[in-house]
């Protein structure tokens, strides 16, 4: 069973207002190989907003296989099917908390990716300080932190 990372967050219109009864829509797309083959990896996840515009999707954690390169799309509609937001390039690193050094070892792919400056990673902590801490060579522009508490 492949690595899941649950990912949450509240849609808000342009006014910061709560948006409920909205959609959030994630695919991923992008190829791997298993067994000398190549196949494609595809998945679409939905998940409609509550009164307070919170919504929580599970998705898979990218690079499953030898050499995967796949990445996440996270959109968001508003209740008339409006689109509201659009994350492009996700690459999810990790359902546990955040450990550059340890990713980087599971897989040259992993390493490439985790090191793209084009890909956007979804950082997993329990507090912000966590990601702070981290050397500056080891943070981008583009992350997108996921603070869980403790």
Do not use: C
Request: proline fraction near 3%.
């Amino acid at each position: 069973m492949p690595n899941k990372a649950s990912v949450s967050g509240i849609l808000v219109d342009a006014t910061l207002s709560p948006i409920a009864a909205g959609k959030i829509v994630a695919t991923l797309n992008g190829s791997d190989m298993f067994e000398g083959g190549l196949r494609i990896v595809t998945q679409k996840v939905e998940a409609t907003t509550n009164q307070s515009g919170e919504w929580s999707v599970d998705l898979i954690v990218n690079g499953e296989g030898e050499a995967a390169t796949t990445s996440w799309t996270i959109e968001g509609y508003n209740q008339f099917v409006v689109k509201v937001f659009e994350s492009k390039s996700l690459f999810i690193a990790s359902p546990l908390p955040v450990s550059l050094g340890e990713l980087e070892k599971t897989s040259g792919q992993n390493q490439k990716a985790a090191k793209d400056a084009g890909a956007a990673r979804l950082l997993v902590v329990s507090r912000f300080a966590e990601y702070e801490e981290l050397p500056a060579a080891q943070k981008r522009h583009n992350d997108i932190i996921l603070v869980k508490g403790d």
